[in-house]
């Protein structure tokens, strides 16, 4: 008898802590995936931002962040659209610094060094952001669950990667 109370006592306190671990967010399904989030971050410091289009970017939930899609079961970005909007002035043209444009300020391979650590990033749109005249980095056919890619107007040049030919789950490529 007491061996049997030992031991529904041991089940409900497993029980319960193990519901107080997932009310308080710690259970790993619902936690932000510090990877992801480090990645995004290295990702933002690649770039000058004078319209402030990542200022959203700080704090711990990043699938809050401006521009971030995630599985809302696993919290594992699965979209990232950061669009400029296209303008023939340079960013210093414009008052008080309002063009909504990226500007590469690293090597374009950092970009997408930070980029292959999402993981599971499905949709990639960079398109009318200011690359600087870079080719265009043939590890962007490393992304392997890409099904979305969009770098259109975004001021690359010379010719398309070979590599991308590896993204076997392209379905939309705009490089226009």
Known sequence: MRETFRAMLALVAVLFFGAAKFCS????????IEREREALLKFKLCFHDPSH???????NDYCEWRGVGCNKNSRYVVSLQVRG??????YWYFIDDQQPQLYL?????EVVSSL???RHLEHLDLSNNNFSGNLIPPSFGSMKQLRYLNLSNAQFRGRIPSELGNLTR???LDLS
């Open 170 to 172: 392209l379905r939309v």
């Open 105 to 109: 300020i690293d090597d374009v391979e």
């Open 53 to 59: 289009m990542l200022s959203s970017w700080k704090g």
């Open 25 to 32: 967010g710690r259970n790993t399904s619902f936690s932000f």
């Open 85 to 90: 909007s296209i303008s023939n002035q340079p």
């Open 116 to 118: 292959l650590n999402l």
